[in-house]
Structure formats: structure tokens, C-alpha cells
Nanobody, 122 residues
Framework: QVQLVESGGGLVQPGGSLRLSCAASGSIFSIYAMGWYRQAPGKQRDLVAMITSGGSTSYADSVKGRFTISRDNAKNTVYLQMNSLKPEDTAVYYC????????????????WGQGTQVTVSS
């Protein structure tokens, strides 16, 4: 069973940056595809970025060119660097492991953590 703990959220002004971290424990991290999801109030949880076990990445159109996902298998951690943040990026961000079906296609298979709140506001 993989446990996932997200961190790094906060309040940032439009145009600012944040780096989210997701620490995984309890299983073999490196074999999994990993994804970052977000859920705004009243909306569904959507995949925004994912990275395969081999390091291939894909992004939702809304964040392409602004967000970068990466992983450090030695530290069992996946990151989300978020630049040029917009108010519409405001959401709770979650990470999860999953089954990879192609670019921007991943079925989450782990238990959801608490997430980390990102608020973009002036």
C-alpha cells in the first residue's frame, strides 16, 4: 500500500510560482506512473500532469508551458513546479500513482492523501 503526502501549497500572487512535493512510502515507487490532480470547489478532480516510470511527461492544455512535473526515485518523491500562476489554478492539489494508458491518460489506483491547497490571489 502506497501512502502519499502532498506539501508545498500556499497563497501566491498571480504570476508567481510554487513547487509542490509528493512523498510516497510503503511500496516500490519507481515502477509507477505518477500524476498530479487538482480539484477546485464545486468541480471534479482533474489530472493536470503525469509522469511515467520511464520519465515521459504529459500535461493538461490549461497548464502546458507553465507547469513541470518531475520525479526523484531515490527520494520516492514527485514534484510539480508551477510558474506563471493564475487565479484559475486555485484548487486543492493531489498526487496519486496509477495505470498509464497514454498521454494525459492515467487511472489513479492509490489512496488519496489530504492534498495541498494552492490559492492564487492578489
Amino acid at each position: 500500500q502506497v501512502q502519499l503526502v502532498e506539501s508545498g501549497g500556499g497563497l501566491v500572487q498571480p504570476g508567481g510560482s510554487l513547487r509542490l512535493s509528493c512523498a510516497a512510502s510503503g511500496s516500490i515507487f519507481s515502477i509507477y506512473a505518477m500524476g498530479w490532480y487538482r480539484q477546485a470547489p464545486g468541480k471534479q478532480r482533474d489530472l493536470v500532469a503525469m509522469i511515467t516510470s520511464g520519465g515521459s511527461t504529459s500535461y493538461a492544455d490549461s497548464v502546458k508551458g507553465r507547469f513541470t512535473i518531475s520525479r526523484d526515485n531515490a527520494k520516492n518523491t514527485v514534484y510539480l513546479q508551477m510558474n506563471s500562476l493564475k487565479p484559475e489554478d486555485t484548487a486543492v492539489y493531489y498526487c496519486n500513482k496509477g495505470d498509464y494508458f497514454g498521454p494525459n491518460s492515467m487511472i489513479p489506483t492509490g489512496s488519496w492523501g489530504q492534498g495541498t491547497q494552492v490559492t492564487v490571489s492578489s
